[in-house]
């Protein structure tokens, strides 16, 4: 097999992989519930695979029409869209809006703060042994699940002047270890809990 053909077998098969992973993800929950886990797992997968994720979005062959994250993330939002339309039918929901939850994949930026594209590229970013000093952060600051945040996740964001805020986190443990971390802000469901971590924190002061 000639070298890009064998290149492009090895794109699709981690599409594959990719689109499984999500498709697991959505296999039960609400069409917000569903969007929500497959943005996860797409975004978990970029972190847990940075090799795999490597292939994806370097230039691809002619032989390919993949290989940059915008074209990734349209093939992902076409492929996923037909799993949409399953799950959703299989739920008892109005197929219709699939289209709609899929292309969420690949949403741009709301202001300053950054969508599914930027925040791959910097989890690419940030997963790499030496700094990227030609990245040019898009945004502002990063707003991503609790579950994203790696060791080098908040270093790197502050060495670029990003602000990162997380969700959802209701566990005290968790919270300590955001704060101590340096995160700039912690979504939670039970803010009283949060002020006491904080108190905590702080020596028991009111």
């Given at each position: 097999m000639a070298r890009r053909g064998l290149y492009a077998v090895i794109v699709d098969r981690e599409m594959d992989y990719v689109v499984r992973r999500i498709t697991e993800a959505?296999?039960?929950g609400s069409p917000r519930e569903r969007v929500e886990r497959a943005s996860l797992a797409f975004l978990s997968y970029v972190r847990d695979h940075p090799d795999g994720f490597a292939v994806l979005s370097q230039d691809s062959p002619l032989s390919s029409s993949r290989g940059t994250i915008s074209s990734l993330l349209n093939d992902m939002a076409e492929r996923v869209?037909?799993?949409?339309?399953s799950a959703l039918k299989e739920a008892g929901y109005d197929p219709k809006a699939a289209p709609i939850y899929a292309n969420t994949l690949k949403a741009p930026e709301i202001s300053t703060t950054m969508?599914?594209?930027e925040t791959v590229e910097f989890l690419a970013v940030s997963n790499r042994a030496e700094p990227d000093t030609a990245y040019v952060p898009p945004a502002e600051f990063l707003l991503v699940p609790a579950s994203l945040?790696?060791?080098n996740f908040v270093a790197t964001a502050r060495s670029l002047d990003l602000r990162t805020?997380?969700?959802t986190v209701n566990d005290p443990v968790e919270m300590a270890s955001f704060i101590e971390e340096g995160v700039d802000g912690i979504l939670t469901d039970d803010p009283k809990l949060m002020?006491?971590?904080?108190?905590?924190?702080e020596g028991g002061a009111p």
């Open positions: 959505i296999s039960s869209g037909d799993v949409f339309v969508g599914t594209s945040v790696h060791d805020y997380v969700f002020t006491d971590v904080i108190q905590e924190l």
